[in-house]
């Protein structure tokens, strides 16, 4: 199991439909990724986590508090490929009212642990949108740096993407 200082993570399943949809739903998570997540996403949504977990062995984890066994958000390894690089990424997605309580970077630095000593990658990387200034925050305070950026086509939409990324020392 995988876990912090204040929180837990486990694998995602069809029983989360209901807090999946509360997480992809909530309006600072529309905002960032530009939509409102139909039943039909949230299905989908969850079956993408699957296969993460058997392809890659890890993708996005709810994120608990161990104390409250209150769900905070979403947190993982995503197996990217980005310009033609397979990479490690660290994903988090949050509930608005479970922004500022460090959360986020918390669970980022827990996958960071896990990519560099399980996974022996030799690097770790975040892709952000411009606009989430917080998302881009915790980049930097996990220690990543801006390398570059790219754009992503989602649902037909151009989204360009910041690189931030943190090598393996």
Not at 25 to 45: L, M, T
Not at 115 to 128: G, N, Q, R, V, Y
């Amino acid at each position: 199991m995988i876990q912090s200082d204040r929180l837990i993570f486990r694998e995602i399943n069809e029983k989360d439909f209901a807090i999946i949809a509360k997480i992809m739903r909530d309006e600072g998570v529309q905002k960032i990724w530009g939509h409102y997540f139909s039943d039909d996403d949230i299905r989908e949504w969850i079956e993408k986590r699957k296969s993460g977990y058997q392809n890659n062995g890890i993708d996005y984890l709810l994120a608990i508090n161990r104390h409250t066994q209150e769900v905070v958000g979403q947190i993982g390894l995503l197996k990217e490929t980005i310009e033609g690089e397979i990479v490690w990424a660290i994903g988090y997605i949050l509930m608005s009212e479970h922004h500022g309580n460090g959360y986020a970077t918390e669970g980022a630095n827990t996958m960071i642990n896990y990519a560099f000593h399980i996974l022996k990658a030799p690097k770790i990387i975040c892709e952000i949108r411009p606009i989430n200034k917080s998302s881009i925050a915790v980049a930097k305070r996990l220690g990543m740096v801006e390398t570059g950026s790219f754009t992503k086509i989602y649902r037909g939409i151009e989204m360009p993407h910041l690189i931030f990324e943190l090598d393996n020392k």
